[in-house]
């Protein structure tokens, strides 16, 4: 895992951003995994800013959403789907038929788990896979216990995500208790991943990840195992390092 180390959140997404596109202009359909949360929409507004200013084109990317809430629509605020289009999709020139996002209000859920992961791997495999970390080791929404040969699945949300979440919500009751992740094998066999990691409240979670033992409690220990990891960390994140 190579650790690169910014003084603050702003020169973190730069950095991020300075090699995500560096990716795009070697390879213009590269297939690019995206997460949601706080933590990429910093990236996600400089690969925007480089779009207008440097016309960087989207037009042969394809992207690939880690996970979708299940049971709330795609038109709703706080689903996956109008999260991307607000911070990304709408803002590059992206076909919105390139973007793909597991559906969480499919009839049938375990046949679009199968889906979306025979989907990807139809479409070659991720290139380039952008994460961020729970403070619980979460990658994707795979939390403490996900076998590590998961693929894409249904997933309980631990407690504690439900309330980090909860602030995109009106109350606690309205976050959902599920949602559909890639699983961490469909991670893994991304050819490279950018894992962003920003603030004091991540700080455990990055030292666990860097010095502790890899286990299932803690999902995201399996990135030592991964032969291109990159790790974009900013001050405070690094604290416990
Ligand atoms: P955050 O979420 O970027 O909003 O902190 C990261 C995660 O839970 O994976």
């Known amino acids: ?45 400089k690969l925007i800013r480089d779009h207008k200013q440097n016309q960087t084109s989207y037009k042969e990317v394809n992207t690939f959403n880690l996970d979708e809430y299940i049971g709330i629509s795609k038109k709703d605020r706080n689903s996956y789907h109008y999260f991307m289009c ?25 046949e679009e788990c199968m889906r ?15 994460l961020g970390i729970g403070q619980n080791g979460h990658i994707g929404f795979n939390e403490p216990g ?23 919500f009106d109350s606690l009751e309205d976050v959902p208790k599920q949602a559909i992740t890639m699983g961490i094998a469909s991670i893994m066999d991304s050819k490279e991943i950018f894992l962003l990691v920003s603030g004091a409240s991540k700080a455990k979670a990055l030292s666990r990840l860097i010095n502790g033992e890899v286990n299932e409690q803690f999902p995201a220990s399996i990135l030592q195992k991964h032969e291109n990891v990159t790790i974009f960390v900013d001050k405070e994140a690094t604290a416990l390092l």
């Not at 359909?29 to 910093?42: D, F, I, V």
């Not at 979306?116 to 952008?130: K, M, S, T, W």
């Not at 996900?146 to 995109?168: G, M, Q, V, Y």
């Open 1 to 45: 895992m190579i650790l690169i180390s910014t003084s603050n959140y702003e020169e973190l997404s730069q950095k991020a951003a300075e090699e995500v596109i560096s990716r795009i202009n070697q390879n213009p359909s590269l297939n690019l995994g995206l997460a949601t949360g706080s933590t990429p929409t910093g990236l996600y507004q």
């Open 86 to 110: 607000e911070h990304l999709f709408e803002h590059i020139d992206i076909p919105l038929d390139q973007t793909h996002i597991p559906d969480g209000t499919a009839k049938n859920l375990d």
């Open 116 to 130: 979306y992961e025979q989907f990807i791997v139809e479409h070659g495999g991720i290139d380039l896979q952008i």
């Open 146 to 168: 996900t076998p590590f040969d998961s693929r894409t699945h249904i997933i309980d949300l631990a407690e504690s995500t439900r309330k980090a979440n909860s602030r995109f």
